[in-house]
DNA sequence: ACACGAGCATC
DNA sequence: GTCGGAT
DNA sequence: ATCCGACGATGCTCGTGT
């Protein structure tokens, strides 16, 4: 099939609204392509050349991209620049830009044109890359240009994401949605979108049921829902299961005999990374075919308590891992088991499974299993939620008892109960508006996409930085805030203001708005309460929580004196162990 | 007719 | 959105 | 400098369930 036809697919995808068309048109495309192909626009939707769980990235951001663009159009990168602001995405200003009318490459040698950008490695890579994707951009047309420069950006902005694809390849075959239960059960299994697209254009579910949980193969993690009290959760799925809820990084385990091979939610491989959970897979298990699950926490080794985010992320690395292990090392706190001596388990309701991992796990210094409570009352959940942010931990997860463990779903199976949830135990912050950003997307008419949002230094009379803020308005209220900014643009970066982020228009400090925020970390980039370790404080997942409060002056800002006090008291909670 | 979840996109 | 790590 | 992936919230639209 020629990459033509299936950019005039998702040109037509890009200008339906419904998702039933959407889905209709994908699914015309299964239908007369070939299952290789069918493979190839598998990955190609996911913004990939391959599934998800090998290491093979474009590596071709924005910036990369930019020079390709003027490379292969023959201009100035500033006009590409300015194409993309205007448009406000990088396919719809390269195919401005772009002037060729050929459009005769199949899907098979774009792909492999692809591919190939992504093998290129080493010295002078980068340019490399440029050059090669240059070099297809030359080779197409505007609006096949449109599309290719997407795809590495996983940006292809169509409404088609993973599972319009699973409805698309059932349309595409039986004219309707009735296989797409057993095509994304396969998926979930697999993790290989375009093995399951190719195996199923070609010879429909036959094969899609043969395939099964794997060790070695990771499966796509369930995921929770979201809720904001116990009494929510027990309306919503009754008595349950409830765990305390870790802000570590979660990981899949596998291990076959000695192999042992980790995954990270998003199926990204990180054997390696972790090699004291790796040996307490192989030492610390009763089984030694198994996948099981569990939350990664980093902990001090002398008094056992868990410490925080930032620290435990700071594993997430490949070299000198040796020395982290010891200095930093890792506890995986498992919460759920998929596979045991090659036998898919995901089908056990919750309290099977969890008798299980409990018979497996023999618990030491680098591996646990999470405690659970089981309770039909929501107030008791309240309670346990209490007593673990007490402890310092995130919140808790409830689990509806005998429920499968639900692949790749996130249904209410799984529901989580996060302190940031509550207001009255997040922190709101009112910072002052000093400038923003233009928009992407759909954001680009309304010429903002976020704001830059700075804190009161009552000791210096300045104000800092403290977190770009791009949610939390309606579509309304952008357009209304851009109308407000607009009002007190500034060339230059007001002098009351210390910042070492540039947004790409200043604004005079007058608007004051309340944001809501998970909790404050250090930060390299932000200037409030940047002292002489050249390290100041920002929001995690900051959002704003209305319109400017017209009551408020930049003076009337959350200060950085009580940015510092509540960092202070974020971190001295007492923090809960990690019992070996 | 309306509410709610699914899916997607923005940051 | 923020951050840390790899290249 | 740039890309990538770890953690996420939020708002909008459509389709479906009640």
């Known amino acids: 099939m020629k990459f033509s036809e299936l950019v005039e697919a998702f040109e037509r995808i890009e200008n339906v609204s419904s998702r039933t068309e959407m889905t209709a048109i994908l699914g015309q495309v299964f239908q007369q392509c070939s299952s290789y192909e069918a493979r190839l626009i598998a990955y190609l ?26 490379q292969a159009c023959d201009v100035d990168k500033s006009v590409v620049e300015s194409a993309v602001h205007n448009h406000g995405d990088f396919g719809l200003a390269a195919e401005v830009l772009v002037d060729n009318a050929s459009e005769c490459l199949t899907i098979a040698q774009v792909f492999s044109g692809l591919l190939q950008v992504a093998r290129i490695s080493g010295d002078d890579s980068q340019q490399a890359k ?46 309707n949605k009735s296989d797409r239960k057993q095509i994304e059960r396969a998926y979930n299994l697999v993790s290989d979108l375009g093995l399951v697209s190719e195996l199923y254009t070609r010879d429909g579910l036959e094969p899609l049921c043969e395939i099964n949980v794997e060790v070695g193969n990771p499966v796509r993690p369930a995921q929770a829902a ?69 939350e990664a926490m980093a902990y001090d080794p002398d008094t056992l308590e868990f410490r925080p985010f930032q620290v435990t992320v700071s594993r997430r690395r490949k070299h000198d891992i040796d020395r982290l292990s010891t200095d930093n090392p890792l506890k995986l706190i498992c919460f759920d088991v998929l596979c045991v001596n090659g036998e898919d388990v995901t089908t056990y309701g919750y309290r099977e499974r969890r008798e299980k991992l409990l018979q497996i796990v023999q618990p030491n210094e680098s591996i646990g299993v999470a405690e659970s409570i089981v309770t039909g009352i929501g107030s008791k959940i309240d309670s346990f939620f209490a007593e673990e942010v007490e402890s310092g931990l995130e919140g808790v997860i409830a689990k509806k008892l005998d429920a499968p463990y639900q692949a790749g779903k996130r249904g209410f199976n799984w529901i989580k109960l996060k302190r940031s949830y509550s207001v009255e135990l997040s922190d709101t912050i009112d910072c002052t508006v000093i400038g923003y950003w233009y928009g992407r997307g759909k954001r680009a008419q309304w010429g ?63 608007h004051v708005v309340e944001v809501l925020a998970d909790e404050l970390t250090k930060s390299p980039n932000h200037t409030a309460g940047k002292g002489n370790d050249n390290s100041g404080h920002a929001l995690r997942f900051p959002r704003v929580l209305g319109m400017p409060r017209m009551d408020k002056s930049p003076q009337d800002s959350t200060t950085v004196d009580e940015i510092e006090k509540m960092f202070q008291a974020q971190n001295t909670g007492s923090a809960a162990e990690a019992q070996a």
């Open 45 to 70: 939707i996911q913004g990939r050349v391959s599934p998800a769980f090998v290491a093979l990235e474009f590596g071709v951001g924005e910036k990369l991209l930019l020079e390709a663009i003027a």
């Open 130 to 175: 440029i050059q090669s994707i240059s070099e297809m951009i030359s080779a197409m047309s505007p609006r096949e240009v449109r599309y290719l420069v997407r795809i590495p950006l996983d940006r292809l902005r169509l409404g088609v994401r993973d599972p319009t694809v699973l409805d698309a390849l059932s349309v595409g075959r039986v004219g």
């Open 226 to 294: 979201r809720l904001s009290s116990g009494d929510e959760i027990v309306a919503k799925i009754g008595e349950c299961a409830v765990e305390p809820k870790f802000d570590g990084f979660r990981l899949q385990v596998h291990r076959n005999g000695h192999q042992v091979y980790i995954y990270s939610r998003n199926l990204e491989d990180m054997t390696g990374m972790f090699p004291e959970i790796a040996e307490a897979a192989r030492t610390r298990l009763s089984c030694d075919n198994v996948i099981f699950e569990g």
């Open 448 to 510: 903002i996409g976020a704001i830059l949002a700075a804190v009161w230094d009552s000791n210096e009379g300045m104000l800092k930085t403290i977190a770009r803020v791009g949610t939390g308005f309606s579509d309304e209220e952008w357009v209304a805030i851009r109308h407000l900014l607009d009002k007190n643009r500034s060339e230059t970066c007001p002098p009351e203001v210390d910042s070492s982020i540039i947004p790409d228009v200043w604004v005079h400090p007058i």
